[in-house]
């Protein structure tokens, strides 16, 4: 199987995405997984990779070699952003060949905090707290990667921990339920383990 994951940029994203993605497909049994980051055409935003246009584009150029397209933005707060998301499955289902499928999922809140869940956290840390944040990448994962020594490190040290993360991948499953354990359990029910 061949999946591309869609960010809403990827520049930094795609540090965290795919290694847990990867693993995600690890736990699923599906180790011939092929997972790649969309980079062209970079979306620079939210606005763009909800934009039915651009996704038409992604998938007008990538049919051919992609089974599985994962749009995966960030939630921001905002509740109302999963419904938007299932209208662009809605739309996107209309215009893809048949036998390929095309998932979107938002990261609550944002997908630093995929990496968080990977890890362990300051003792004084709440998890729900973390969870609920609207701007954990703030509050919680510049605080983390300044611990950790890593803010100095290209892409602010998303590489090295969604790497060390990615090893902890049932931990992640378990901390990120909406949208995590959601996104791979859409995954078991069309392509089993």
């Known amino acids: 199987m061949k999946v591309l994951i869609i ?21 699923l049994e599906k180790r011939n ?45 905002i509740s109302e952003r999963k419904s938007g998301l299932n209208a662009l499955e809605t739309y996107a289902s209309k215009i893809l060949p048949p036998g390929k499928l095309f998932f979107a ?29 609207v701007n954990p990448k703030e509050v919680y994962y510049l605080p983390f990667i300044k611990e950790r020594g890593l803010i100095e490190e290209l892409y602010e040290g998303r590489k090295t921990l ?3 993360a990615a090893k902890k991948y049932n931990r992640i499953r378990q901390l990120c339920p909406e949208d995590v354990a959601a996104l791979e359990n859409r995954i078991k029910n069309v392509f089993g383990t």
């Open 33 to 77: 997984t092929r997972i790649k980051v969309c980079q062209d055409p970079l979306l620079g935003g939210i606005d763009q990779a909800r934009n039915r246009k651009r996704i038409k584009e992604i998938i007008f150029r990538y049919q051919g070699m992609v089974d599985l397209f994962l749009l995966i933005i960030d939630r921001d707060g």
């Open 105 to 133: 999922e938002n990261a609550w809140q944002e997908v630093e905090v995929w990496v968080l869940a990977g890890h362990d956290l300051p003792t004084e840390w709440i998890w729900q707290e973390v969870r609920n944040e």
């Open 162 to 164: 969604a790497f060390e």
């Open 7 to 27: 960010p809403e940029d990827f520049r930094k994203d795609q540090y965290i995405l795919k290694p847990i993605i990867e693993a995600m497909f690890k736990h």
